[in-house]
Structures are given as C-alpha cells and as structure tokens.
C-alpha cells in the first residue's frame, strides 16, 4: 500500500471539513447568532471571565465584545457581577439558561447532521467509516497548537 503525502491529507481534510463547518453554520438551528454562541460557548468553557478577556481570547474587539455580552445578558444567558477582588471589574459567568441554549444548539446541530446521515444517503460501511474517522478527527485537532505558532 502507497503511503499517504500528509500534504494531501491535510488539504483534503481542510477542504472537506472546511465545508461541513460551512454549511451546518449556515443552517438556524436556534436562537443564538454565531457571534452570541461563540461568546457564550466561550464563557462556559474559561468559567468566570472578564469581557476583556474573551475579547482578546476571540480576537476582536472590546467594544464588539461589549455588545454581543449586552445581548446575551440581556436575554439571562451570563450573569455580571463585580470582581470580589477589584470591584472596578465585571466577572461573567454562564447562567444555567445560558448552558440551556448551547446545549440546545449542539442538539440541533447533531440532529441536522443526522438526518444527513440517513436515508440512504450512506451505505452502513460509509457510516462506519465515518464513525471510526470521529475520534481521529478529534485527535487530530487536539494536536494542534492553541495560539499563534512562532
């Protein structure tokens, strides 16, 4: 068996799951706009944070931050309360409604991809296939350096 140029696989895995990300982003699968679910899945995974924080974390703006937090504080998502420590800061946190609404976007997202999945549209060794690619999609993307490479 020919080895495989890791160029070429990456390229084809960028292409592939390029568009994937692409086309399940495009669908509506709840309430939260992509920069609201970023923001919210962002402050669920980094726990109590500053608007600061997240805003250099996303790599934008404080003052898109500030917005998309507003809207989502506004809507019970993230609660705002001061810094024990210094008061003149605002820790945000996730609220259990907020939790609630990620988890409703994830649900939707699976449900889209499944109905992708079925009828017909896969054979069972295609599934299965698909299926033991999962975790290697996933290790993969644990191999890859968080932050701007040097």
């Given at each position: 068996m020919d080895e495989r140029?890791?160029?070429e696989v990456a390229a084809a895995l960028l292409a592939g799951v390029g568009t994937l990300v692409r086309r399940v982003r495009?669908?509506?699968?709840?309430?939260?706009?992509?920069p609201q679910r970023a923001?919210?899945?962002?402050v669920e995974r980094s726990g109590p944070t500053t608007s600061a924080a997240l805003a250099?974390?996303?790599q934008?703006?404080?003052?898109a931050m500030g917005a998309t937090l507003g809207?989502?504080?506004e809507g019970g998502l993230v609660d705002r309360r001061k810094d024990p420590d210094d008061g003149r800061r605002v820790v945000l946190t996730i609220t259990a409604t907020g939790r609630q609404a990620l988890q409703?976007?994830?649900?939707?997202?699976v449900e889209l991809l499944a109905r992708a999945l079925t009828g017909g549209a896969f054979t069972p060794a295609e599934l299965e296939?698909?299926?033991a690619a999962a975790p290697l999609l996933e290790r993969l993307a644990q191999g890859i350096p968080d932050g701007p490479r040097r």
């Open positions: 140029d890791p160029a495009l669908v509506p699968t709840g309430a939260l706009s992509m923001a919210l899945a962002a250099r974390e996303m934008i703006t404080a003052q809207e989502l504080g409703d976007k994830r649900n939707g997202r296939l698909l299926a």
